[in-house]
């Protein structure tokens, strides 16, 4: 059974500061990974999808990052803004395609 | 497109009453998902469809829980009968599976909560 971590828990981090959100599971037979923000009350908004051949992937200031044999993949946020602040989740889809696992978040606070 | 419509957006009942939540994926998406979040679980995929058809639904707690898709642009998740312990957001999702894409687009979710 995939299990999806994520740590740390909890982030905060003053503006301007370069950060870094890590997230591991534990069977690398994956199909992709994505990660999503959530804002309290909100659902949650795709930010960045890997497919398991890739290595990353770039959006912004965001960078994404996989090595599928470690099983563990990075969330790079240049500069951060007050407005990242969010609760950040990886998921990781099965080789079936379909089923996703989730990770139980970051939240990240950046202050002013 | 106005992206994955979820009906209602709060639910209030009692304990032993039927909760039917409803979902409309984006148009031309193949794939839905029916996920529950609580603080204590996180979140959790419940059931997903593909083309219309329940594909997965290991996740669905108990028999309480009944998923349905009579079409490609309706689903719904019924809960009979609630019970407190089922309160949770329940998020629906959909996506279209091609060739490097898979990104799931969420639904802004049915808060859910059984007295």
């Known amino acids: 059974k995939q299990e999806v971590t994520q740590i740390p828990a909890a982030l905060s981090v003053p503006e301007g500061e370069n950060l870094v959100l890590n997230c591991s599971f534990t069977?690398?037979?994956?199909?992709?990974l994505q990660w999503f923000r959530q804002d309290p009350g909100k659902g949650l908004t795709s930010l960045l999808l890997?497919?398991?051949?890739?290595r990353e992937q770039t959006s912004g200031r965001l960078n994404a990052s996989l090595d599928k044999s470690s099983g563990r993949s990075t969330l790079y946020i240049a500069a951060s803004q007050p407005g990242d602040s969010a609760t950040y989740l990886c998921?990781?889809?099965?080789?079936?395609?379909?089923?996703?696992?989730f990770g139980d978040g970051t939240t990240l606070t950046v202050k002013p | 497109d106005a992206g994955v419509i979820q009906s209602p957006r709060h639910e209030v009942t009692e304990m032993g009453q039927e909760v039917t939540l409803r979902c409309k994926p984006i148009?031309?998406?193949?794939?839905l998902f029916w996920y529950r979040q609580t603080m204590m679980r996180g979140l959790e995929l419940l059931i997903y469809?593909?083309?219309?058809?329940?594909?997965?639904d290991s996740g669905m707690p108990e028999d309480r829980f009944s998923a349905k898709m009579p079409n490609a642009s309706f689903s719904t998740l019924k809960i009979q009968p609630s019970e407190p312990r089922d309160s949770a957001v329940y998020f629906c999702?959909?996506?279209?599976?091609?060739?490097?894409?898979?990104?799931?687009?969420f639904g802004p979710g049915t808060r859910l909560t059984v007295l």
């Open positions: 148009s031309g998406h193949d794939y």
């Open positions: 999702a959909s996506s279209l599976r091609q060739m490097n894409t898979d990104t799931q687009y």
């Open positions: 998921a990781v889809s099965d080789t079936n395609a379909g089923k996703s696992t």
């Open positions: 890997i497919q398991s051949s890739q």
């Open positions: 469809f593909n083309n219309n058809v329940p594909i997965d």
């Open positions: 069977d690398s037979a994956i199909y992709n």
